[in-house]
């Protein structure tokens, strides 16, 4: 047999080979070429499109309140040791002492050192103390380590009471409720006991400001950095007319903190203020007022009580509360308004199968007879209304009402909604509008109303018990301009 000629490819199969020798075309190939032009398509879309910025609705003031370091002006007055010896301390530093209360004892020998065995609950009381200190410690001011040293000792002192009884007496060594230890005499074996000469707070520490008041501050005295506190308990021996301790005797004080011409016209109107003290989060009541100070003006805010808190405290942080409206906090941006058809509440009625509120709008049936059929529009807003009703031709009364705020889509202008329990009719046109916001969290934008409570240039408060409303958490849109109802955005 004669061999056959082999069949050269043609052109076009020839063609496409190359094609697919050079571009490796299979179904991968198509499959990212695909992905690829619709990656691109999205780029340029995302690229010319405005952009929906979202915000997260959170509770709070509509502005932080400011802060102020305050200089604390008390009643106090530095005492100095009555004879030559070593000091004995009764009364703990920062409590209360009663006149003739004992202070400390001195004596000619150093008293001995003794072991004090404390209960469980003494204890316990001595790791809490040591516990707060420690969570509000502050390492710019180390200086209160040492004032805790002495409080802690105080607390010892207290706990382990004092049971030398040099009289016979089961009064003359006593610790009382108020952490106090009293003598019906003068001495305590080798000791000579001094007495509080008034009623006040015991301090172990002097600062220079003990004959400080309000009308002699100067501009100097707020100078933090200058600011120096001497400790006056010790172990050493002292001298007759040594200063060894300080008594606040009024319960009433003051706290000066420096205004800026700004601050100043703020709070020029108020008369009373409240202080949030920032050292334990405690809030108080004072009065206010401004001061002049060597030419700068300086709030002044007078107390009646609480100075046993901060009786070791000089220099105080503190917080003024001048915000006091709170809610939920939104941009001005986000608002927008809109408008509803308002329908009356006696024209509402309860679907008995779903419980949805709605009404009975008059219309016709197949058979082109009147009927009426129930329609649940979309509520915005349901708001209380006063309107008066007559009982007799001389009397009428206010009684409360309600409107629906409605979505205007739902019903056409002129429609006839029939009150069930009268047949009254009320025809669809009224109109109102409220103020709102979109809310996008199920990805489009939904209308929700708010009540603005208070507002600056940025943002506003806007009452989180609005029916209808927002929610803390919730995700708006915040340049509701460029948004449309309903419209999808993810």
Not at 84 to 103: D, L, M, Q
Not at 240 to 253: K, L, M, P, Q, V
Not at 440 to 467: C, H, M, P
Request: net charge negative; glycine share 8%.
């Amino acid at each position: 047999m004669p061999d056959q000629k082999k069949r050269k490819p043609g052109k076009l199969t020839g063609l496409l080979s190359g094609i697919r020798n050079v571009f490796g075309l299979n179904i991968g190939t198509i499959m990212f070429g695909a992905l690829l032009v619709y990656m691109i398509f999205s780029a340029v879309i995302y690229l010319t499109s405005e952009h929906i910025d979202s915000y997260q609705v959170i509770s709070g003031p509509l502005s932080r309140n400011e802060t102020y370091t305050g200089l604390v002006i008390r009643e106090e007055k530095t005492y100095q040791a009555e004879a030559n010896g070593y000091v004995t301390y009764y009364a703990r530093e920062g409590s209360k002492i009663n006149t003739g209360g004992a202070v400390y004892g001195v004596s000619s020998t150093q008293k001995p050192e003794s072991e004090t065995v404390l209960s469980q609950e003494e204890l316990a009381g001595i790791r809490s103390e040591m516990l707060s200190f420690s969570k509000g410690f502050n390492p710019s001011k180390f200086n209160n380590t040492y004032s805790f040293k002495y409080q802690l000792e105080g607390s010892i002192l207290q706990y382990a009471g004092v049971t030398e009884d040099n009289s016979g007496s089961s009064g003359n060594s006593v610790y009382g409720d108020s952490d106090l230890v009293s003598f019906t005499s003068s001495t305590l074996g080798n000791q000579t006991i001094s007495k509080a000469p008034a009623d006040g707070i015991v301090l172990y520490c002097k600062d220079g400001f003990e004959e400080k008041t309000v009308d002699t501050v100067t501009s100097e005295d707020f100078d933090q950095n200058s600011y120096h506190e001497t400790d006056l308990k010790t172990k050493n021996s002292v001298k007759a007319g040594d200063d060894i301790y300080t008594i606040i005797t009024d319960e009433r004080w003051s706290l000066l903190i420096p205004l800026s011409e700004k601050q100043a016209a703020k709070l020029a109107d108020r008369t009373i203020i409240r202080v949030k003290f920032l050292k334990d989060d405690m809030t108080q009541t004072g009065d206010f007022s401004i001061i002049q100070v060597d030419g700068t003006k300086y709030g002044r805010i007078d107390f009646n009580k609480g100075i046993i808190r901060y009786a070791t405290d000089r220099f105080l942080e503190i917080e003024l509360v001048t915000n006091t409206v709170t809610g939920l906090k939104i941009p001005l941006s986000s608002i927008v308004t809109k408008e509803f058809y308002t329908i009356p509440s006696e024209y509402s009625t309860v679907n008995e199968d779903s419980q949805e509120v709605g009404f009975m709008v008059e219309g016709r049936d197949e058979n082109g007879e009147k009927a009426t059929y129930f329609k649940n529009p979309t509520i915005y807003a349901k708001i209380e209304v006063k309107k008066s009703s007559s009982i007799d031709d001389d009397t009428s009364q206010t009684e409360p009402g309600y409107l629906y705020y409605v979505n205007k889509s739902n019903f056409n202008e002129g429609d006839a909604i029939v009150n069930q329990k009268n047949q009254g009719k009320f025809i669809v046109g009224d109109v109102g509008v409220l103020e709102g916001v979109y809310c996008i969290n199920k990805g489009y934008a939904v209308f929700r109303r708010i009540e603005i409570l208070d507002q600056n240039e940025e943002y506003a408060i806007v009452s989180k018990n609005t029916s209808y409303g927002l929610a803390r958490y919730d995700h708006i849109v915040r340049n509701a301009d460029a948004v449309d109802e309903e419209e999808i955005l993810y």
